[in-house]
Each structure stands twice: as C-alpha cells, then as structure tokens.
C-alpha cells in the first residue's frame, strides 16, 4: 500500500505547532548557544573591543594555564565553595531540624531565616559592606565578646571569611528547605526503631539520617556548587577580587578580563573552562538523579 | 521498656525546649541585620559614622528616603527596574508558555531536539555567557537601551520546562473542543489553555519577576549610562562613589528590598516551597 498523502489541516497543525516554538527557538539559537559558540570561537582569538579579533589558535588557553592567578583563582573559588557549603550544611541542617520538630513558633522562625534569600544579592552586599566598615556594625558588635578584628575587608586573611558570612547569611535559608525536605521523606518508623535500639543521637545521626538523605545531600552539594559559582557579585561589589588576590574568584574574574581589562579572548576562554566545569557537575547531577530512579 | 520510652518523652520536652532557644537565637541573629539597616535609613549620618557607634538614633530622619531622589537619579532606577521586571515577566510568561504549548499540544519534526535543547540551555547561567553575550548585543547595538536590558533575558528555557510540564496535565479534548467551535490555534491558545495554567503562570510570575529585580551582572554591562540603570546597578555605583552618605545608601537599600519584600510577606508559606524547588540565585 502507498503512503497517503498528509492531509491538509494535519500538515497545517504541524507547522503551528513548530510557529509557537519558533520565538523560543529564534531566541535560544541567538542569546543562549550563540554566546557559547561565540566564546569558544573568540576564546582562540586575540580580541578587545578596540580592534578586531585575530585567530591565536590555542595560546589563550596555554597562556590562562601558565597563569599562577588564576590557578589561585581556582584555589579561592575552591575554599570558597567548601567552606561556604560546609556552613551552610551545619546551618541549614539545624534550622530543618527545628522546623521539622514543629516547635513552637517553628513557621515564623522558617520565614525569618528565608528573608535574606529573596532580597536582592547586590543590596544586601552593598549593605554588608557598610557592616563591615573599621568601627561599624559589625566590629561593634565583636568587639563587645573580646574579638578584635579592624576592617574584615581590607585584610587578606579576613576578606574571604567576611563574603562568606555575607553570602551564607543570604541563602542558608533556601538550602535549609531543601534539606527539610529530605528530612521528611526519613521514615519514621527507621528513627523510632533506632532508638528502641537505643542508639544515641549521634549514632542515629550518622548511622539512619545521614545515610537516608543522600540523595538530598547531593542535590544540596551540586546545586550549591553551581550557584556558589554564579553569585559572584558579593565579590564584585565587597572586594573587588582584593585585597590582593584573597577573593579573586573564578567568576569575578572572567568579568574582570572581559569587562575591566577588555582582554575577551582571555575573558572567553576562562568562560569555556567554567562552561565545562559546571557542565562536568551537571551530568553528575544528572547520572544520579537516573540511579535513583527520580 | 516503657520506662525507657517514658524518660525518652521527657528529655524529648526537655530538647525541644532547648532547640526553641537555639532557634529564636539564631532567628534573631538573621534579623538583626535587617533591624539594624532600617533604623541606620533613618539615622543622622553622624549617627552612623561616630565612634563608638549610636546604636539609638537622636532623630528619626525620614528625609533619607527623600533626598536621594532629588540629589541623585533614584526616581530613574527605580522606574527602570519596573519597566524592565514587568516587561521581561510578560514576554516571559508569554512566550514561554507558547512554547510550552508547542511541545505538549502539537506533533511535527524536531519536537524532541527541541524539548532536549531547552533542557540542555538551562544549565547555562548567564553569569558564565557574558562576554560573548555583551559581544553580540554590542552588535546588535542594544547597549544602554531597554531592549538591550530587556531581551536577552527575556525568555528563560526553565520558564519553558516549567509551563511545559504544567501543560503536559492537561487533556487534549480542551483544544479539539476548541477547534469544533471554530477557534483558530492561537484563539485556543489563548482562550482555552491559557486560563487552565492560571496557578503555573503564577508561580513562573513570581519567579520570573523576584529574578530579574534582584539581577545586577547583566544590567550592569549594559547600562553604563545613569539614564538606564536598574535600582541594584544605581545602588552599585552610588556605593562606588567618592562620598556616599550611609543614611542615604541604607534607605534606598530599604526601598529596593521592598517589592520582593512585601511579595514574600503575602505568599509566605507557598513562596518558601515553590522558591525552594526552583531557586533565584546563589
């Protein structure tokens, strides 16, 4: 038997349906993949915006791989991450633990630690800034228990820790929701059996709870990598990568050499190293998400 | 045995009692800062500046919300960081679920590449796309312009996924129904399926709009001028300034906060689960 023509208003559908994903895809090919195919093509290039780009081949890349900065950006982009998501984790661990007890009060305290996370990034850094002015609000308040640090800011063993803070404060409260709801797909019966057990609480803790939300605890641990990577504006408004290089991080930057230094060859090939980086955490993500079945 | 669990019950009474201390402790170290930024709006930059600090201002200075939007270009951010956030949440919502539409609703070739490359797309954050995203809106000469604000960051493949997997509920009977009634495709569209998404366009509302008010990497390469910086870019570059009065840099802190801010109070509870399963930032 031939094939049958298609008839008409079928043929007619097909093409509305590929007019109402056009804009989408128009939009995706231009500011989506276009940049990255633009910076893989400009990463081989020799480019400001003053002069053309000249073809250079590979020398952005060996010349950002001979670079000791940015090997330490890599090192501070590293202890950033760890340390971050380390507090972050002890933080947010607790506050789903209160929630998830159904204290007293436990809806009002949820909404005071989720605050921060919906002001924007760059005001509450402005703000921390001011915090963290010599004599301000912060070392006012450290020096009333004995602690005596002089501008977080401006000294290299301070900086970091003082964006940290900054930056946990901002969105612990996000990720302690996402770590409540792991907490509450524990059964609860495995808690109550361990402790017929009589297993204390640290045992419980390591033994039933930790194991149970691993899953959670690698979506917390990628996600937060991912984002800890994209927040960079802390930075750019804190510190400016200083003093010296302390806070330096990857994505500061790649702005920094594309939009201070106006080095975009330079500027393009960091991108593609930070493309493939994250890519690398996501097909984990992903590789896991399909071993568990979700 | 019953004993045991019996004492277990009282330190348990004992613990919570213990955690509700810990907790209001740890509430009160978050709003702390925030207590503080509000009265520091209202201080007397003195206030703020002498050493020791005035932790209770001698005067409440209501004119720190006032003179910066005569002294400086705040009326401006202001009005560009709403014109921007509410066109962006429009064409988003918009388009995005058009597109949604297509995928779920239509049969034609390249339906699953497309599906495929809206997923790849949405692990890519804009953070990381910047040069050569600044390199081709330079070209399509959008710098400090609205489109230039406005475009690049007008459609979001996530919106696409989300009104995507909302539409997928959907049965197909709504649209041939539509179809014996004599709608075109896009009446149906916007007749019929457009109302049933009611709860998805909310939600990908808010999203889209807390999202793109708090966004600072973007606005600031693009608006270099004064006249297009959003609320976050002015901010920056007000701090940046040789003299910044803190009274004034905290009172406009407090107002840019605010739209987010009074969103988060109303939708509280649904806000903290839908933010949570989507996350805005870092």
Request: aromatic content about 16%.
């Amino acid at each position: 038997m031939a094939a049958r023509p298609v008839p008409y208003f079928i043929r007619k559908r097909r093409l509305t349906g590929f007019l109402f994903f056009l804009p989408a895809l128009i939009f995706i090919i231009i500011f989506l993949l276009g940049p990255i195919i633009v910076a893989i093509g400009i990463s081989l290039t020799k480019y400001s915006i003053l002069s053309a780009p000249k073809f250079v081949g590979f020398k952005n890349y060996i010349r950002i791989f001979n670079m000791p900065t940015f090997w330490k950006s890599l090192s501070i982009t590293g202890i950033y991450i760890v340390s971050r998501l380390f507090f972050i984790f002890l933080i947010a661990f607790f506050m789903a633990t209160i929630i998830n007890k159904r204290i007293p009060l436990a809806g009002f305290f949820q909404s005071a630690y989720f605050m921060p996370y919906v002001f924007p990034l760059a005001v509450t850094a402005i703000v921390w800034k001011i915090f963290y002015r010599p004599f301000g609000f912060i070392e006012s308040l450290t020096n009333l228990f004995g602690i005596e640090v002089i501008g977080w800011l401006s000294s290299e063993r301070t900086a970091l820790i003082a964006v940290t803070i900054t930056t946990v404060w901002s969105a612990v409260g996000y990720y302690s929701v996402i770590i409540l709801a792991g907490l509450q797909t524990i059964p609860k019966a495995a808690l109550e059996s361990s402790a017929i057990d009589g297993a204390n609480r640290f045992q419980t803790f390591f033994y039933i709870i930790l194991p149970l939300l691993k899953p959670t605890l690698f979506y917390f641990i990628v996600v937060g990598t991912i984002n800890s990577i994209r927040g960079f504006s802390p930075f750019l408004v804190m510190t400016q990568g200083g003093p010296g290089d302390a806070t330096r991080v990857i994505g500061y930057m790649i702005y920094e050499y594309g939009f201070v230094y106006l080095k975009m060859g330079i500027g393009s090939a960091m991108s593609v190293i930070l493309l493939i980086i994250i890519l690398i955490f996501t097909l984990i993500q992903r590789k896991f998400f399909r071993y568990e079945g979700g | 045995m019953l004993k045991k669990i019996r004492k277990s019950k009282k330190t348990e009474k004992v613990i919570e009692g213990m955690l509700f201390i810990v907790a209001a402790i740890i509430a009160l170290m978050f709003l702390f800062p925030m207590v503080y930024t509000v009265i520091s709006s209202l201080k007397p930059l003195e206030d703020i500046t002498s050493v020791p600090m005035r932790w209770i201002p001698r005067e409440i200075r209501l004119r720190n919300f006032i003179e910066p939007f005569i002294e400086k270009n705040f009326g401006i951010y202001f009005f560009n960081s709403a014109l921007v956030t509410t066109t962006v949440t429009f064409l988003s919502l918009f388009f995005c679920s058009l597109a949604g539409y297509s995928l779920t609703k239509f049969d034609y070739k390249g339906k699953n590449f497309f599906f495929i490359l809206v997923l790849m797309t949405m692990m890519v954050p804009i953070e990381i796309t910047i040069v050569p995203l600044a390199i081709i809106v330079r070209k399509l000469g959008w710098m400090n312009s609205y489109p230039g604000l406005i475009v690049p960051v007008a459609i979001t493949p996530f919106g696409i996924f989300w009104m995507r997997q909302f539409m997928i509920t959907i049965p197909k009977d709504y649209a041939e129904a539509g179809r014996i009634d004599g709608l075109s495709e896009f009446g149906i569209f916007m007749k019929l399926i457009l109302p049933l998404c009611k709860p998805a366009l909310g939600a990908l509302a808010i999203f889209t709009f807390m999202g793109n008010w708090n966004s600072l990497i973007w606005p600031l390469i693009v608006a270099s001028k004064d006249q297009y910086r959003t609320i976050t870019v002015g901010l920056v570059a007000f701090e940046g300034e040789f003299f910044t009065p803190y009274n004034h840099l905290f009172a406009m802190s407090v107002v840019a906060v605010l739209p987010t801010l009074v969103i988060f109070l109303i939708l509280r509870t649904k806000l903290i689960k839908g933010l949570a399963m989507v996350g805005i930032k870092g």
